[in-house]
T-cell receptor, first 112, second 116 residues
Framework: GEDVEQSLFLSVREGDSSVINCTYT??????LYWYKQEPGAGLQLLTY?????DMKQDQRLTVLLNKKDKHLSLRIADTQTGDSAIYFC????????????FGGGTRVLVKP | EAQVTQNPRYLITVTGKKLTVTCSQN?????MSWYRQDPGLGLRQIYY???????DKGDVPEGYKVSRKEKRNFPLILESPSPNQTSLYFC???????????????FGAGSRLTVL
């Protein structure tokens, strides 16, 4: 079955790199996503990666996918206070109508 | 501006009083979905719709109904709300998987519902 897990909380100093981790159980995941939720707002897509890729970079964001270990990570370089938010990873399964299954979210707090 | 609009944003109601949360998108998206967000549980899908007049249950459909009579609207209906439906609700839409295969969702701002 589908299960996506994340750690609950991450604290990081401004200017440092943040790494948010996610594990998933379904090896037939087609795409994996990272969404950001700021207080009082909906989720915004940050990036996504196709399951046959190992890495994707987009400006300050780097996504690493270890398909063997079913491990996904999001690295944010030069973390800013505006990066404080809840980050959700999600997987979609083509066989399940491309439904997204979300993890519980990681709350990232950036300290000045 | 391309967006998903939900109303109301906040609602306090009592057990058993029927309510509807509206959702509208202006992007001509085929796929629409409702999620509820509860602390530590992430987002769980309630219902989704692949197109007009096509709806399907998600992971937690009990106590909810939906309809998709028009492409742009996807209301969530709670016929007889109960306190365990107190939650933050999100509507989302996407063009479908299209050529990329990814299901890229655009979310509404959320509707916080409290059932007393």
């Amino acid at each position: 079955g589908e299960d996506v897990e994340q750690s609950l909380f991450l604290s990081v100093r401004e200017g440092d790199s943040s790494v948010i981790n996610c594990t998933y159980t379904d090896s037939s995941s087609t795409y994996l996503y990272w969404y950001k939720q700021e207080p009082g707002a909906g989720l915004q897509l940050l990036t996504y990666i196709f399951s046959n890729m190992d890495m994707k970079q987009d400006q300050r964001l780097t996504v690493l996918l270890n398909k063997k270990d079913k491990h996904l990570s999001l690295r944010i370089a030069d973390t800013q206070t505006g990066d404080s938010a809840i980050y959700f990873c999600a997987e979609s399964l083509q066989a399940a109508g491309n439904k997204l299954t979300f993890g519980g979210g990681t709350r990232v707090l950036v300290k000045p | 501006e391309a967006q998903v609009t939900q109303n109301p944003r906040y609602l306090i109601t009592v057990t058993g009083k029927k309510l509807t949360v509206t959702c509208s998108q202006n992007m001509n998206h085929e796929y629409m979905s409702w999620y509820r967000q509860d602390p530590g549980l992430g987002l769980r899908q309630i219902y989704y719709s692949m197109n007009v007049e096509v709806t399907d249950k998600g992971d937690v459909p009990e106590g909810y109904k939906v309809s998709r009579k028009e492409k742009r609207n996807f209301p969530l209906i709670l016929e007889s709300p109960s306190p365990n439906q107190t939650s933050l609700y999100f509507c989302a839409s996407s063009p479908g998987t299209g050529t990329t295969g990814a299901n890229v969702l655009t979310f509404g701002a959320g509707s916080r519902l409290t059932v007393l």
